[in-house]
Structures are given as structure tokens and as C-alpha cells.
């Protein structure tokens, strides 16, 4: 059984930097995707970032490309996503998640099959 849980969400000041922790267990496979996803209130999920576990690929929506970074930490079992130059419009509750080798999408949440949590960002201006 997959398990994920997230911490290092908070409040911050526009232009400052967060890093949120996604603790990982109970991967069979040694290619997988793992992704971060955040949403607000009355707004669809939407994909942050996604790494595919084993060949290192990575991809970012739009709006983070530049400021986030995605990256995983094998011995710790830990996803990161640092996230500098934080706006407003990053405020939400950031999940993360997993799915298997073969997705169409990497940044879909329909893609993903186990979440975590979440925890929340708050960007204030």
C-alpha cells in the first residue's frame, strides 16, 4: 500500500520561498511518477510539477516554471518542491501523489491514483 504525506506548507510573504516534504512508502516499482498538484476552494486540481521516478523527467505548468523545482531524495524516500518567488496565486492546498510508468498526462490528476493529505500555502500579499 502507498502511503504519502506532506508537510512544509505555511504562510509567507509574496516573494518569499517555501519547500514542502512528501514522505513516500510502499513503491514495488522502480519507474513511477510522482507528481504535486494544489487547489482552492471552488477550482479543479491542478498540476504543479511531476517527476518520473528513474529517468529523471520532469514537468512544470506555466505558471511555476522558473520558481519551482521538483525533486526527490532516494535514501529519504522524500519528494521535495521548493518554491521561490512565491505570489498570491499560489495559495492552496499542495498534494501530492503518485501514478504508474504509463500516463498520458503527467500533470492530470486523473493520471494519479494515491494522494496525500495535503498542506496548505498562503501567500499573502
Known amino acids: 500500500q502507498v502511503q504519502l504525506a506532506e508537510s512544509g506548507g505555511g504562510s509567507v510573504q509574496a516573494g518569499g520561498s517555501l519547500r514542502l516534504y512528501c514522505a513516500a512508502s510502499?513503491?514495488?516499482?522502480?519507474?513511477?511518477?510522482l507528481g504535486w498538484f494544489r487547489q482552492v476552494p471552488g477550482k479543479e486540481r491542478e498540476g504543479v510539477a511531476a517527476?518520473?521516478?528513474?529517468?529523471?523527467?520532469?514537468y512544470y505548468a506555466d505558471s511555476v516554471k522558473g520558481r519551482f523545482t521538483i525533486s526527490q531524495d532516494n535514501v529519504k524516500n522524500t519528494l521535495y518542491l521548493q518554491m521561490n518567488s512565491l505570489k498570491s496565486d499560489d495559495t492552496g492546498m499542495y498534494y501530492c501523489?503518485?501514478?504508474?510508468?504509463?500516463?498520458?498526462?503527467?500533470?492530470?490528476?486523473?493520471?494519479?491514483?494515491?494522494w496525500g493529505q495535503g498542506t496548505q500555502v498562503t501567500v499573502s500579499s
Open positions: 510502499g513503491y514495488t516499482s522502480s519507474r513511477y511518477w
Open positions: 517527476l518520473y521516478i528513474g529517468r529523471g523527467i520532469t
Open positions: 501523489a503518485t501514478a504508474g510508468a504509463w500516463i498520458a498526462s503527467p500533470l492530470s490528476s486523473d493520471d494519479y491514483t494515491y
